[in-house]
């Protein structure tokens, strides 16, 4: 159970925050807590090394799986967490074992100076922090690629649903197929590699074009991701008739590019990963979570931009740590809570049980 709420005057409030926020630029008091060197695990035995982190719930895309009506009632500017909040609680996230942060959105780049939290965040990797990286539409890239990596950003997740300007508009609601195509090329001389390419695979859509995305892969060298239909969308229109399978997306890529398997080990990745067997550069990944289940290994766990922590992508609870941070709770209570959290994730999503509820939020809300 989260700890109840502190009452204190508008003052005293205040002069705790500057505290706590002043502990995680670094100025330390000379007391250690107990979540120094910690790993967080769930009930499961799970290590939990990843965290999303998502920055805004706008978003300048409408993707028909995402947001097919256009974009529902964004959340008040006062429930959102600032980026000092945002930096305090992924420093202690960070103290607990997070290893991975990747900020999302929304479109993450539609919040104003993202390079002032990618800078807070990147002091991080002196620590544990090994890798920060950023998931966009790639929309803002051609302007902004080189600012992100000076501000300590190691790479980039860009989406392209198709190559085919007819069909990406059709796909994303947007005419900017060229647009991306420059930001991948920015994100490439910016250095922000590996660059990944995700595509959501939808049958009528873009299945004719898995084995053209592959080609892109191997023509720029990039790790192509292919990703099943999930249902995430705002319209609640999700049909399983239109998933196409990781099985599928292998086969019809195999028929025009045979792949062999990348001789590692899974673990906690989401995408299974293949190389080109004639030793063409580029990669593929296959994230097929309603076709080939993957939660096992799971070490992931998501927050929202107005500081909700989910624990599954297909959460239908979540927990506010926002209201804990703003209650005046000390950085011990912080932690006791996100440790009490973390013992709630579920063992796995349930998209294949009858009983399987949709969750509330779209995409664009719990951050990608």
């Known amino acids: 159970m989260p700890p109840a ?5 508008e003052a005293h409030r205040d002069e705790r925050r ?3 926020l002043n502990s995680a630029c670094g100025i330390m008091t000379a007391v250690q807590t107990k979540s120094q060197n910690a790993v967080l695990r769930d009930s499961y035995g799970r290590a939990i090394r990843d965290l999303r982190v998502s920055l805004t719930d706008r978003c300048n895309f409408r993707c ?3 947001l097919p009506h256009g974009e529902p009632p964004i959340a008040p500017k006062e429930q959102m967490l600032s980026y000092e909040e ?3 609680v992924c420093e202690i996230f960070v103290s607990l074992g997070i290893e991975k942060i990747r900020l999302t959105g929304g479109e993450p780049m539609l919040r104003r100076d993202i390079e002032t939290i990618i800078r807070k965040l990147s002091r991080f990797k002196t620590s544990r922090l090994i890798d920060l990286a950023l998931t966009t539409n790639g929309y803002f890239l051609p302007e902004r690629a080189h600012a992100l990596k000076s501000a300590g950003l ?6 392209l649903d198709s190559l085919k300007q007819d069909v990406f508009k059709r796909m994303t609601g947007v005419d900017v197929l060229d647009k991306v195509l420059a930001g991948i090329a920015a994100a490439k001389d910016a250095g922000l590699e590996p660059i990944k390419i995700n595509a959501v695979i939808v049958r009528g859509h873009n299945e004719d074009e898995v084995a053209d995305f592959a080609a892109f892969a191997r023509k ?3 790790k192509m991701r292919y990703i099943e239909f999930m249902p995430l969308d705002s319209g609640h229109e999700w049909a399983r008739a239109d998933v196409v399978s990781g099985k599928e997306i292998r086969e019809r890529i195999n028929e025009r590019f045979p792949l062999v398997k990348v001789n590692v080990a899974r673990g906690s ?3 299974a990963r293949y190389r080109f067997a004639d030793g063409a550069p580029g990669e593929i990944g296959i994230i097929a979570p309603v076709s080939e289940p993957f939660c096992g290994a799971c070490s992931r766990i998501r927050l929202t931009a107005d500081g909700q922590i989910r624990t599954c992508l297909f959460s239908t609870v979540e927990h506010s740590l926002r209201e804990v941070v703003r209650s005046g709770a000390s950085r011990d209570e912080i932690v006791d809570y996100i440790e009490s959290v973390i013992l709630k994730k579920e063992p ?3 998209i294949n049980d009858p009983g399987f509820v949709t969750p509330s939020r779209t995409m664009s809300f719990i951050g990608g």
Do not use: A, G, K, L
């Open 5 to 9: 709420p502190v009452t204190v005057n």
């Open 64 to 66: 028909f799986y995402c």
């Open 18 to 20: 500057v505290r706590r």
């Open 269 to 271: 990745e989401t995408s």
């Open 86 to 88: 945002i930096e305090y």
């Open 154 to 159: 190691d790479r980039v997740t860009i989406s």
């Open 348 to 350: 796995r999503h349930f």
């Open 220 to 222: 720029y060298d990039v």
